[in-house]
């Protein structure tokens, strides 16, 4: 496919800034290069990735760096635990929608002026072009307080009803070719990372090829992916995080990996511990000296240098000055901030989530879940789930309407047969 000049700047930036975040390159003044010389950066940042022997890809090498030494625990009440995680990941993730990287004070003015709270701690009165559609689905006025009758589509909703399937399918042992394939079969599109593997596979490059030269493989896309496997492996962090290796693996290199096995393990470990205990769970289940590993450390030193969302986004923003906003690094952090200004309160907790802007749709989804693992369905609010009517929309071919209460069963069923499995 041949680009515009414009699209050649675009995908310079996004390697430039790929290659900045990962080694401290400088930024390329694209803006001045004509089109032959773009190709040829372009081609140049593709090929100058730095190995960091911090930072491997293979899950071997992962290990090897993983200080881990954390023990499993069984949780008790498993099936009121997951369908609290699967009901507190869909109500964080549809607070977050209406207001999706938004800026605090943009998302102030809009609560202000629809008559809802801020942070929101109750779903949006009011939404931004309300008659917009969301993945082909939905209306964006579906995503209201008024108008709430399901969970409506969002790829936060997708990814984990996908997973499941994946999981149902092909087992613990599934191979990074086996997400290829269900991909290809069920996911009709995708963004970012997701959106380029699909169409390297398209093009016949395998699963285990889908990310190569791919400038967004350190962002978000995969820890999206992760809560599937933090839950079959409830109590089991060790487990979740290697679990969900080989679906990082298909879109994600390096941090983006780690974000992954780091959700995973956080939310296996919320089932047993309490969240800020679970997050530092997670933290030995990633590589000791990765700037992700970094990025959490310095995010939990920070308890207590700030009491609102105003305070936790602008020591985010200068930790992580220029950062994409759906980049991993930073929206780990945004949830562990979210976590501690929640202190164990779920309505709290994805409020202050939503309220810290960055992805925070993704991000409150991720706080929902640990959350609601961590409390049960019966510590969450039903204001919160009951407007679903136990209906959930994706964007997967043949699986567009499903049942919430429906999905945590299978989450409970696959959970109780790999502990089974791992048994014996």
Request: aromatic content about 8%; charged content about 25%.
């Amino acid at each position: 496919m041949v680009l515009t000049h414009d699209q050649l700047v675009e995908e310079a930036d996004l390697y430039a800034r790929l290659r900045n975040e990962q080694d401290g390159r400088a930024m390329a003044d694209t803006g001045r290069l004509d089109d032959r010389q773009l190709e040829a950066l372009i081609t140049e940042l593709k090929n100058s990735e730095v190995y960091d022997p911090n930072e491997p890809n293979t899950l071997p090498e992962i290990e090897r760096l993983c200080p881990f030494g954390v023990s499993a625990v069984k949780p008790d009440k498993i099936e009121s635990r997951i369908l609290g995680a699967v009901a507190g990941r869909f109500a964080g993730c549809t607070l977050g929608v209406p207001v999706e990287g938004y800026s605090i004070d943009k998302m102030r003015k809009i609560a202000k002026d629809g008559g809802t709270p801020f942070p929101p701690t109750e779903y949006w009165h009011t939404v931004l072009d309300p008659d917009g559609i969301q993945y082909g689905v939905d209306k964006r006025s579906s995503y209201t307080l008024d108008k709430l009758c399901c969970v409506p589509v969002d790829d936060d909703i997708t990814y984990p009803v996908l997973c499941m399937l994946q999981l149902k399918r092909y087992g613990e042992n599934y191979t990074v070719e086996d997400v290829a394939e269900i991909w290809q079969e069920l996911l009709p599109y995708a963004c970012t990372a997701e959106d380029r593997a699909l169409k390297r596979m398209a093009e016949g490059f395998k699963g285990a090829e889908a990310a190569d030269d791919n400038p967004f493989v350190e962002w978000i896309g995969a820890g999206i992916r992760s809560d599937a496997f933090g839950y079959v492996c409830a109590g089991d962090p060790v487990r979740a995080a290697k679990l969900c290796y080989n679906d990082a693996y298909l879109t994600h290199r390096r941090n983006g990996i780690y974000g992954e096995m780091f959700n995973a393990a956080a939310i296996a470990a919320a089932f047993v511990q309490d969240p800020l205990k679970a997050v530092e769970t997670a933290a030995k289940c990633i590589p000791h000296g990765c700037k992700l590993k970094h990025d959490v450390d310095w995010a939990l030193s920070q308890r207590g240098k700030f009491t609102d969302c105003d305070g936790a986004r602008v020591l985010l923003d200068v930790r992580f000055p220029g950062m994409n906003s759906v980049h991993i690094r930073n929206n780990v952090c945004a949830v562990i901030f979210a976590l501690m200004l929640g202190d164990g309160d779920f309505t709290q907790s994805i409020a202050q989530s939503v309220a810290i802007g960055l992805d925070n749709d993704c991000n409150a989804a991720t706080v929902g879940s640990i959350l609601g693992a961590h409390l049960g369905i019966e510590g969450l609010e039903k204001r919160w789930y009951a407007p679903f009517n136990d209906t959930v929309h994706t964007y997967l071919k043949g699986y567009e309407v499903i049942s919430l209460k429906g999905l945590a069963d299978e989450f409970a069923a696959l959970y109780k047969s790999f502990d089974k499995e791992n048994r014996k």
